[in-house]
Each structure stands twice: as C-alpha cells, then as structure tokens.
C-alpha cells in the first residue's frame, strides 16, 4: 500500500493560500506563510480569501510607505475601516483610528495629554505600586495561570487609573476588551456584529454614566474626564464619544496583557536571553521593545486604496482592500536582522512596527512599555524567575495575537 503524500504549505502555490486562516496563527505556522509572501510576491493580490480579495503588504519598508500615504491608504470606516473583515455599516463604533486627517488629528489631540511626558512621569509610581501589590499576591513555588493573576491584573489596574474606573470592576474592562476583539468565526455565542453590540451594552451604558457624572464634576486629569470637558468632543455624538473610549480601552488592554503574556514566553524559549537578563538587569530598557517585535500584538491593520495607484510594481485599484501585516514586517530579515530569534540587547530594538507607523502610531506606546520595564524591574529586583510549565493556550484570531492561558511558576531566589 502506497502512503498518500500530505499537502503542506510549500506545495501549494501562493494563489491557494489565504493568510488570514486564523488557525495558523495559533500554531505559529502562518510565519511560514508570510516568507513566502516577503520572497517570492511582497506586494500580492489574493483573489480568494474568507474576506474576499484583498493585497497582502508584507515587507517592513512596503508598509512603512502604505502608512505614511494616509491620503491614498484610507482608515476611514466609510470606507472600510481598519477590519479586514467587512462590518455592517450600522454597527461601527466610530473613533480617530478608523478617520483620516483633519478629523483623525483634531480628535487624537484631546486624548493626547494622556501620554504627556508630565502625565507619563506622574503614572510611573502608579504603575509601579500596581505592579507591586499584584506581584506580592503570587504564590511562590506554585503553579499559577500568568494570563489572570498578572497580565490581567496589571493592564486591567493601570486602565482603572487611566480612567479613574472602579478598580473593583476591572475585570469588565478586560471582558468589554475581549468581545471587542472576538473574532466572530471563533465559534463563540458572538457569532456576528450584532451579538456584539448586544453583549457590549453593559459598557456602553456605563461609558455613557460616567461621562455624564464627570461632565458634572470639576475637571480632573483622567481620561474620562478629559473627553468629557474638551471642546471637542462636546459637540460630539455620544456613540462617538463611546468610540474614543472603546478605542483606549482596547488599545491599551488586550495588547499590553498579550505583550506580558508572549514575554514571558519568549524568556522561557529563549534560556541563554532569560539568564543574560538576569544577570544584566539593565538590558530591560532594550528587552521590553524586543518583547513588542516578537509578539506583535496586533498583527495586521487594514486601508482601503482611495485612488488607482502603482505600487511596487502592482497596480492597486482604487477601493482595493490593503492588508498591512505587521507580524510579517517584524520577521523581515532585510530589516531585522536574524528575526527568528528573541534577542533582549538588540542595537536598535524599536525598529520595529508593532505600533504601526506615521499619523496612527499606536499613542499608548509609551504607556505600554512602561508597564512591561516596570513589571520586569521589580521582578528582578526580588530575584524571582518565573518558569512557564506548558504552552500558551493561543486565541483563534488573525488580528490580535492572544494568548488566554500561561501556566508557570514563580521561583524565589
Ligand atoms: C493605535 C498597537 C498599546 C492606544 C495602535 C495601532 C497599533 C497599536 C498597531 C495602529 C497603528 C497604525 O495604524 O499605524 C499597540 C500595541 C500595544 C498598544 C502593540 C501594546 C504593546 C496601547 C495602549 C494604548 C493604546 C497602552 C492606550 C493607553 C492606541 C490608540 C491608537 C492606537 C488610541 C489609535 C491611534 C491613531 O489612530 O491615531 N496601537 N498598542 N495602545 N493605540 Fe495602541
């Protein structure tokens, strides 16, 4: 009997191929994918996918030049959005990431004192005391789930004070997150944008008290606050003003948690990193983008072409959907150099584009990293290594790379 040869992905030709295959992401092998796409077709159109056509922008330097052209690379939900998958247009939660210039601009800048260096300075001890009262909750030489007893708590805590939320309500900051982020084939009960929004209600509703409460108060130096007393946004709708929040709850919850999580990881996959950072603590500064570039978080951001234009030698057509994926981009080994391999003392370690690139860069990354040094420093300082005891338990998603269980164990010095 003659053994039937199983087709694997080197086999098939690159028009077979649909990226976006959600599955892959959770084995890691759509990396396998996108070296194919950076070798043989940067700049590809794929005509058959589960979300239709759309280009693959694969190469870092390609969607560096797709971002900085926001004019003819359009985020605007009018025209699609940021999504690679279609949304009904009446559920679209409206905010500066899916508008283009001005409107982008004007609405980012009322949000923007949040990451002052000044705000920044003042949230460093907040952050390290939250960093602090989680960690000094650890059982030593137990095992613990890191997904809830630190990624979840810390991001969940630091957005508590961002926003002034009640800190005995964090955890629906987390699950608000995650329904945004379900990805409705995931074969959960949110099986559309509608369940969604059904599920989503409960936010909405008290996204909408709070803004009344603080519009009603003194102005104070949280971001609900903030929003509620800014001039622009008081002529907003209310749904957009819920976008904006949505938008920093999101931004800066699921991503940081998954970056804590995929850390940890990559320290344990990575012994000869893991002990170099123990013995030179100060390689924290450059492990934490180190960290970001592994992981990248957000693996894709999507535009809609607003013009016919030639790219690459491609023709783009004009309401042609681009797909930028950034988990490609880090892994290009024109740029970075040996990308497979987590290295904490990179020369230039942010040159990276987990937070994208150009007038949407990511506007918490500086509030990301600090969490992540913060979290590391004080681990170190207490001479603690954290040995994970299995594999993390990866989301069915191609858009935000989770990671929803890590079991480890803490081991003191
Ligand atoms: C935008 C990634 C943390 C708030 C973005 C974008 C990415 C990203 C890829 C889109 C960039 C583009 O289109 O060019 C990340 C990652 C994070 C992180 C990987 C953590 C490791 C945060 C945090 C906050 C935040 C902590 C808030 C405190 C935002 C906002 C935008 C954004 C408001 C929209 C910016 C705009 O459209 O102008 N982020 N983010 N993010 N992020 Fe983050």
């Known amino acids: 009997m003659t053994a039937l040869k199983q087709t694997t992905l080197s086999d098939l030709p690159l028009s077979d191929i649909d990226p976006s295959v959600q599955t892959r992401f959770q084995t890691g092998e759509h990396f396998e994918v996108f070296d194919r796409l ?10 058959s996918t589960q979300y239709g056509p759309f280009w693959s922008i694969s190469k870092y330097k390609d969607i560096i030049e797709v971002e900085a052209q926001p004019k003819i690379f359009s985020s605007d939900a009018a025209y699609g959005g940021i999504w690679i998958k279609e949304q009904p247009k009446d559920t679209i ?7 283009d210039p001005p409107e982008h601009d004007v609405q980012r800048k009322v949000v923007n004192p949040i990451v002052s260096p000044t705000n920044l300075h ?6 390290r005391d939250i960093v602090n009262l989680v960690l000094d909750d650890l059982p030593i030489n137990e095992e613990i789930d890191w997904v809830e007893r630190v990624s979840v ?5 630091v957005l508590c004070a961002l926003m002034d939320f009640p800190v005995e309500e964090r955890l629906d900051l987390t699950t608000w997150s995650d329904i945004v982020n379900t990805d409705v084939d995931a074969g959960t009960e949110i099986t559309d944008e509608y369940k969604k929004l059904e599920a989503l209600a409960p936010m909405i509703k008290k996204f909408k008290e709070m803004f009344a409460e603080r519009s009603a108060m003194p102005p104070q130096n949280d971001l609900i606050s903030m929003l509620a007393h800014s001039q622009e946004t008081a002529s907003m709708e209310p749904q957009q003003f819920v976008g904006m929040l949505v938008l920093l709850m999101v931004g800066g919850n699921d991503t940081t948690r998954n970056s804590i999580s995929g850390g940890l990881d990559a320290l344990n996959k990575f012994p000869e990193e893991y002990k170099k ?7 924290v500064d450059s492990m934490v983008p180190e960290i970001i570039r592994w992981v990248t978080p957000v693996a894709h ?14 023709q783009i057509k004009k309401g042609d959907k681009v797909i930028m994926w950034y988990c490609s981009g880090n892994r290009d080994e024109d740029v970075i150099e040996d990308p497979y391999t987590f290295k904490i003392d990179r020369k230039n370690p942010r040159q990276h584009v987990s937070f994208g690139f150009g007038i949407h860069r990511c506007l918490g990354n500086r509030m990301a990293e600090m969490q992540l040094r913060i979290l590391w420093e004080e681990i170190l300082k207490r ?5 994970t005891t299995g594999e993390p338990e990866r989301r ?13 164990i803490v081991r003191a010095a």
């Not at 950076?38 to 005509?47: D, S, T």
């Not at 003042?122 to 952050?127: H, I, L, S």
């Not at 069915?396 to 480890?408: E, P, T, Y």
């Open 93 to 99: 939660r409206k905010s500066f990431m899916t508008a």
């Open 122 to 127: 003042d949230m460093e001890k907040r952050v």
């Open 38 to 47: 950076r070798e043989e077709a940067p700049v590809y159109f794929h005509e």
């Open 383 to 387: 001479g603690w290594v954290i040995e």
């Open 277 to 283: 950072l123990r013995e030179n603590p100060e390689l």
């Open 301 to 314: 951001m999507r535009r809609t072409a607003m013009q016919d234009i030639e790219f690459k030698g491609q």
């Open 153 to 157: 708590e810390v991001t969940g805590r």
């Open 396 to 408: 069915f998603s191609n858009f935000v790379v989770g990671i929803d269980s890590l079991k480890a």
